[in-house]
């Protein structure tokens, strides 16, 4: 993971390593997302030669693990929390009520009938 950390990175604005490492993920993620689609297409690709697509699924296979999307959590940017996560605000259920009972969330109000 240190590999793909930046160099110069503001870590007060992480509330914890798990979120941070999260972050992590993501970015390393996006990076890698085309260069992973393209050996997925290669594989998947019966015309191609057989040692081709062999080649393409060791590199595959070798490439670091962060560049899955499988190891994406949604986690709370507040708490840090990676279960009950309302992932359109990316909030777990009590900092999501908090802040919107207090108007911090753009229209969002609490409901009444």
């Not at 793909?4 to 997302?33: M, W």
């Amino acid at each position: 993971m240190a590999e793909f950390r930046s160099k110069v990175l503001d870590i007060a604005s992480f509330i914890n390593v798990r979120v941070l490492r999260d972050h992590t993920k993501r970015k390393v993620f996006a990076q890698h997302e085309t260069e992973r689609q393209a050996l997925r297409y290669i594989i998947r690709n019966t015309t191609l030669p057989q040692r081709m697509r062999a080649q393409a699924q060791l590199e595959l296979s070798q490439m670091h693990a962060y560049t899955r999307p499988t190891q994406i959590r949604n986690r709370c940017i507040e708490g840090g929390k990676g279960r009950g996560v309302l992932s359109a605000f990316r909030m777990a259920r009590y900092p999501f009520r908090m802040n919107a009972l207090a108007g911090n969330l753009p229209g969002v109000k609490k409901a009444s009938w």
